[in-house]
């Protein structure tokens, strides 16, 4: 098969261990987004299958209609909301997807960024190479009060950690959060308004869907205290769009730190929380280690290698299985 890994930033699909298992099959990676429908069909009218960098690339019908050889579309990390899987359908391709990946290591980054933050570290290391010594004088984490917005894996993850410091760990989120953080003795705020005016570092992890875009509205944003810290290491779509540059220019909150961006990539510097003196921005790392890059290609090469043997595994749309194109 002809196969086309997309957007591999890092250039690191060679470096894997596991990318030696297609030897068989004629690779291609892509190392630079193509976000133009016309010009990305024109990039992939000649594979058969693609494996997918989480969700970089959007894969719309519009595209699809214009790839008549592709017969797999292999998905790495958990999202699939950039792939019209009903397309791939009509169109006889297989999407292939796994569960959910490690998630630890994004609530490893949500930490390194409450730390980086509260410590001042990139001004403090910026000033040092500088020639300057102490500059700034950082805020402690113990008795703070950590609202962590959505309990899954990873705000679970986040929670224990805030716990460990000798924060008090509050929770918001829908009826299931709520009855896991009181079963495992955090705190829940009286209301939803509570839980933005009591926290002193807000972190946010809960499931971007239609249903909860734009879930934390500049209403919110407005409660939180003038010294409070955001954090969002999940999806920026879930705040207001415009609502956090706005919020951080009026004072609440004071600072944020940011791993995701409503279009992504960014290239050139061109967003205006990076012009923000109190913002930590970081290029959507959350996944991006070694460990995660190789559970996730692995796992898209598995779907693959199956395919080849026609023996589908890991199908998004099963469906389609009656009607596969040949």
């Given at each position: 098969m002809k196969i086309a890994v997309l957007d591999d930033y890092q250039k690191s699909y060679h470096r894997l261990a596991c990318a030696q298992r297609l030897a068989g099959h004629q690779v291609m990676v892509f190392h630079e987004n193509e976000r133009d429908v016309t010009r990305l069909a024109a990039r992939l009218q000649d594979f058969d299958a693609l494996i997918l960098t989480q969700?970089?690339?959007?894969?719309?019908?519009?595209?699809?209609?214009?790839?008549p050889r592709l017969r797999i579309i292999a998905q790495t990390g958990s999202h699939r909301k950039h792939i019209d899987v009903a397309a791939c359908t009509d169109a006889g391709i297989v999407v292939a997807a796994v569960p959910n990946g490690p998630s630890y290591t994004t609530a490893e980054l949500t930490w390194a960024l409450i730390l980086a933050s509260l410590r001042?570290?990139?001004?403090?290391?910026?000033?040092?190479?500088?020639?300057a010594w102490q500059t700034t004088v950082g805020t402690g984490l113990r008795g703070k009060t950590l609202g962590v917005y959505g309990l899954g894996h990873i705000g679970g993850a986040v929670a224990s950690v805030g716990r460990a410091f000798g924060m008090e760990v509050i929770c918001w989120g829908r009826e299931n959060t709520l009855i896991k953080a009181a079963a495992t003795g955090y705190a829940v705020p009286l209301s939803r308004e509570?839980?933005?005016?009591h926290a002193d570092i807000l972190s946010l992890h809960?499931?971007?869907s239609?249903?909860?875009?734009?879930?934390?509205?500049?209403?919110?944003?407005?409660?939180?205290?003038?010294?409070a810290l955001l954090v969002n290491t999940s999806r920026a779509g879930l705040i207001e769009q415009g609502a956090l540059a706005a919020a951080l220019e009026k004072g609440r909150p004071g600072y944020a730190a940011v791993d995701v961006y409503d279009h992504e990539p960014i290239v050139?510097?061109?967003?205006?929380?990076?012009?923000?003196?109190?913002?930590?921005?970081?290029?959507?790392?959350?996944?991006?280690v070694w460990e995660t890059f190789e559970f996730?290609?692995?796992?898209?090469?598995?779907?693959?290698?199956?395919?080849?043997?026609?023996?589908?595994?890991?199908?998004y749309n099963p469906e389609v299985l009656a009607r596969l194109r040949t």
């Open positions: 969700e970089r690339s959007a894969i719309p019908r519009a595209l699809i209609e214009k790839l001042h570290l990139p001004e403090e290391v910026r000033q040092l190479k500088a020639g509570a839980f933005f005016e809960v499931w971007f239609p249903e909860t875009t734009g879930i934390v509205t500049a209403a919110d944003l407005a409660r939180m205290k003038p010294a050139g510097g061109d967003h205006p929380l990076l012009k923000m003196p109190n913002v930590i921005c970081t290029p959507h790392l959350g996944g991006v996730m290609y692995g796992h898209a090469i598995d779907s693959i290698l199956s395919f080849a043997e026609n023996k589908p595994i890991n199908v």
